[in-house]
């Protein structure tokens, strides 16, 4: 707990908030593609997602996390990464994020991983910052560029 807010696992009744902090996070898809990827994550054991929860139900926060093969910078073959996070911006600063980073590194190390990844837009100084302050090293800038075909 962080003060009044509960640190859990995401359940079927997280659903509406979960997903509005899901566009909150990721406004350049559609909520409709965002709502089919939440409810194939809502099913998936090995992409749990965990929630900061208010005391009226409502989120304030959610972290999703899987599993890779591999990641910049890690040399096993089994690594937690964190897929998507999120703490809406007026509680930011409390603790909440790093609170759902230690969640999402205690399930990885109970599915056998010693490593976790994440990635963030290189924009993101603030996403940046904060991964830095948690303990990850940045291992690997990229550009991805398209060209539509006519």
């Known amino acids: 707990k962080h003060d009044d807010i509960e640190l859990r696992r ?4 997280d659903r509406s ?3 509005r902090l899901r566009i909150a996070l990721w406004p350049r898809q559609t909520p409709a593609e965002l709502a089919a990827e939440l ?3 809502a099913v998936d054991p090995m992409q749990p997602a965990f929630v900061a929860a208010l005391p009226d139900g409502r989120l304030c926060g959610f972290l999703e996390v899987s ?3 591999e990641a910049p910078g890690c040399t096993t073959d089994r690594i937690g990464y964190l897929e998507g996070w999120y703490v809406d911006p007026a509680i930011r600063g409390r603790g909440i994020g790093a609170g759902l980073v230690a969640r999402a590194e205690a399930w990885a190390r109970e599915q ?3 490593e976790m990844a ?3 837009a ?3 100084e603030r996403s940046i910052r904060v991964h830095e302050a948690l303990g990850y090293d940045e ?3 990229l550009a991805h560029f398209k060209k539509p075909l006519r």
């Open 67 to 69: 599993i890779h093969s």
């Open 122 to 124: 290189i924009t993101n």
């Open 112 to 114: 056998g991983c010693t």
């Open 39 to 41: 409810d194939k994550i």
């Open 10 to 13: 995401a359940n079927a009744r």
């Open 139 to 141: 291992v690997e800038r």
């Open 118 to 120: 994440s990635d963030a």
């Open 17 to 19: 908030e979960w997903l």
